[in-house]
């Protein structure tokens, strides 16, 4: 089409069960490959929605509450962890919710390495008002690895992959992926290569298909 998109997967979810599923075009041009709903494509902030199901499945459990202070999860206050050392002397990092970390509500930008001089910090109150982070994913990630002591990509494969059968999905890459990779392309149309995650990142490392994720979906539906 005019906006040079080589290929397409498009899935229709009905009364929660897929009713149609299909792929259009290519995943790999210059080797005249076409898309199919097997082949693997990098599933960027999908991951989000995809991980927030695994929270809410803590939540159901007891072990999490959307509202209750992450600060309640964590053995020390949250600036002395060297990773969140630029919060310390913002005593606002006291009201951040796991509600707040999903819902992109956090104060933070999207993710730190696009500031100045690189550093976290938050830019309004959090709870306050909307603004897209990353940053809250990875928190949110940190707060159940350290105080709740669980394996993000161990928990995704678990609690959603494996009893879902996708069996092509996964939060780190798998070399087995590589026959039916969609290939990576900018938007002038250059390929670049597929980034190949080694650590399990709920802000945007999910590799998945249009079969897997739309199994998802409708799993997701149906409740």
């Known amino acids: 089409g005019t906006e040079g998109v080589p290929g397409l997967g498009l899935a229709l979810i009905h009364d929660g069960r897929v009713a149609y599923r299909k792929a259009y075009g290519m995943r790999d041009v210059s080797a005249g490959l076409p898309l199919t709903p097997a082949t693997v494509m990098y599933s960027a902030s999908l991951t989000k929605a995809t991980f927030a199901y695994l929270v809410m499945q803590l939540v159901d459990e007891g072990r999490l509450g959307l509202d209750r202070p992450i600060a309640n999860y964590l053995t020390k206050p949250l600036p002395a962890y060297r990773r969140y050392a630029d919060l310390r002397g913002d005593e606002r990092w006291r009201r951040l919710t796991m509600r707040m970390l999903l819902s992109h509500t956090t104060g933070f930008a999207n993710f730190r390495w696009i500031e100045p001089d690189k550093r976290l910090r938050f830019h309004r109150d959090p709870g306050t008002r909307y603004g897209y982070s990353g940053e809250g994913l990875l928190l949110a990630q940190f707060v159940l690895e350290e105080g709740l002591g669980l394996d993000i990509g161990a928990e995704m494969q678990r609690r959603i992959f494996t009893p ?16 039916n990779l969609a290939q990576d392309y900018t938007e002038d149309g250059s390929p670049y290569r597929h980034r190949r995650w080694d650590e399990a990142g709920p802000a945007g490392s999910l590799d998945t298909t249009l079969e897997d994720w739309s199994e998802f979906l409708a799993a997701l539906r149906q409740g």
């Open 164 to 179: 879902l059968g996708m069996a092509r999905s996964s939060m780190v890459w798998r070399d087995d992926f590589a026959e």
